[in-house]
Nanobody, 124 residues
Framework: VQLVESGGGLVQVGASLRLSCAAS????????MGWFRQAPGKEREFVAG????????YYADSVKGRFTISRDTAKNTLYLEMNGLKAYDTAVYYC??????????????????WGQGTQVTVSS
């Protein structure tokens, strides 16, 4: 399965964005999913995760209450709704597919498929 993110851009502090991650060449229905981000000079960090059936979601403390992860199986698409954006949210955002979430959602090396990333820049 190939993943393609979209929806990034340049916004002001306090604005909202919705990122999408569209899958092709396969179905997301067999994967748990996650969003990660990477700022310049920093390691890739976990942002949010969602279980296979969409009933369980997980968030980094830094985005809890502001970001919402969701999935639409019929559209084969993952979303990240981002509200109340802050300057430190600036990063390249990646979606990733996880076949086996046994060891959790936080570690990038556990994921099996990655998108190419979409840039989010929050200007103050």
């Amino acid at each position: 399965v190939q993943l393609v993110e979209s929806g990034g851009g340049l916004v002001q502090v306090g604005a909202s964005l919705r990122l999408s991650c569209a899958a092709s060449g396969g179905t997301l229905a067999t994967y748990a999913m996650g969003w990660f981000r990477q700022a310049p000079g920093k390691e890739r960090e976990f942002v949010a995760g969602i279980s296979l059936d969409g009933t369980s979601t997980y968030y980094a403390d830094s985005v809890k209450g502001r970001f919402t992860i969701s999935r639409d199986t019929a559209k084969n698409t993952l979303y990240l709704e981002m509200n109340g954006l802050k300057a430190y949210d600036t990063a390249v955002y990646y979606c990733a597919a996880l076949l086996n979430p046994t060891f959790g959602y936080l570690v990038p090396r556990e994921y099996d498929r990655w998108g190419q990333g979409t840039q989010v820049t929050v200007s103050s």
